[in-house]
Every structure is written in C-alpha cells, then in structure tokens.
C-alpha cells in the first residue's frame, strides 16, 4: 500500500541527486522562467511553497521581492533549507493536508509533490477548498506519458508492461506519475482556470549521448525555452507545468 513520501534520512542525498545534476538544474531553471514571467514585474506577493525541500525556489521568489514561506514534511530537509535561506523567509514543517490557511497567501507554490503523494488527486482537492478565489496555482508533477515514453526508448519493456511498478521502490524515484491530461481534467472540475502549460525537460531526458547535456547545455536550455510550451513537444516533458487561477465561487 502507497504512503506519501518524505525524505527523511535522505536530506543530502536529495540535495545532491536535484540539484547537483544537470537534469536538476535544467529543471530549476525552466521552472524560474516560467514563475518569471508571471511574478517577475508584480507587486509583493504572499506566496506559499508547499513540499520545498531545500528551499531553492522559495529563495529564488523572495529575490524578485515577494513574500515566501517555505513548508516540507521532512525536518531533515528543512534543516538544510534553514542553513541556506535567508531569516527572511519563514520555514515551517506541515504536511499538506494540514495546512489550513492557504487562503492567505497569492500564490501557492506546489512543484513536484504529487508524484509523492499515495492519494495527489486527493491533494489537489484540499488546494481548490482551502485557496481563496483569484488566489493562483503554480503546478508540476512528474509526467507519466513521458516516463512511460523515455523507458520505451530505451527498451524497458518488461519494466512497461508490469505497469512501470517495482516490487522494491527506490525512495528518490517518484511513486506516482500522472498523466497531464487528466490532472488538467481534475484541476479544472475543481474550480481552477488553467492559463498556460509548459513541458518541462522535453528534450534533456531523451538525449542519446547523456554526455550532452553538460557539453551542450546552453544549446539544449535555449531549445528547452523555445519548445517547451508548444505542441507537441510540451506532452513529452518529463515534469508538467499548470499555471492555475482559483475561479470564484
């Protein structure tokens, strides 16, 4: 039986696996465009970062001005993050399905926890109930067609067919992906707009000489940034992006 993930115990090791590869800092950097555009040239915002981990994002925010609080369930990972940000940002240790006080905050923040999560559908009721109208959505979760793609580009076949399900799950890959199409599905029967999509990765993870990705990643950011938002490259992105508004009630 799932249970929701926290990485407890692995704190450095997830610090060093996500952010000291290039497939980590691909990701960081596609993800900061995206919040970028939107949040860049904004007045203050309240802005809630939940499952944060290290608290990269949450310090990349708070350095365009805004107003950041950083929530994990794992202390050892917020042990980290309070080593690294600055007093400015406030740190908390909360579950998601704890938090009650969503609805104060712009803006919340939810990158790659769903994948994490035994019941995410679940999760992503609690947002829609607890966030105020107008209040806005940033959303990535690990893509289930993409990682069923990438396995079958190289050969796993038999890995495929048992439902890409292992009998003894390795804790720093995602338990959970889920297909874009119908997360888009749910968020919008819950009550959110969706005002852009972006695939995240839709190129790194299929490179047939991994070397590449260090030797050419100027070259393969720039063709990250162009593509990434445009069909049908967008599908194949290893994490998928959901910019979301709360609609009224």
Known sequence: MLKDQSFNGLAEKFNRNIYGTTKGRLRHQLLCDVLSEVLAEEPAQSIIELGGGTGVMSAFLA????????????????????????????????DLFDIDDLGEFDVVVCHAVLEWLARPFEALSVLADRMRPGARLSLTFFNRDAALFSNAVYGNFEYIARGMKVKNQVRLNPQQPLVPREVIAEVQNLGFTVHSMRGIRCFHDYLRDRDMADSKYEELLATERQYGHQEPYLWLGKYFHLWLEKRPD
């Open 63 to 94: 350095g365009l001005g805004h107003q950041l609080t950083l929530t994990d369930i794992s202390e050892d990972i917020l042990t980290i993050a309070r080593q690294q940000l600055d007093a400015g940002i406030a740190v908390r240790q909360a």
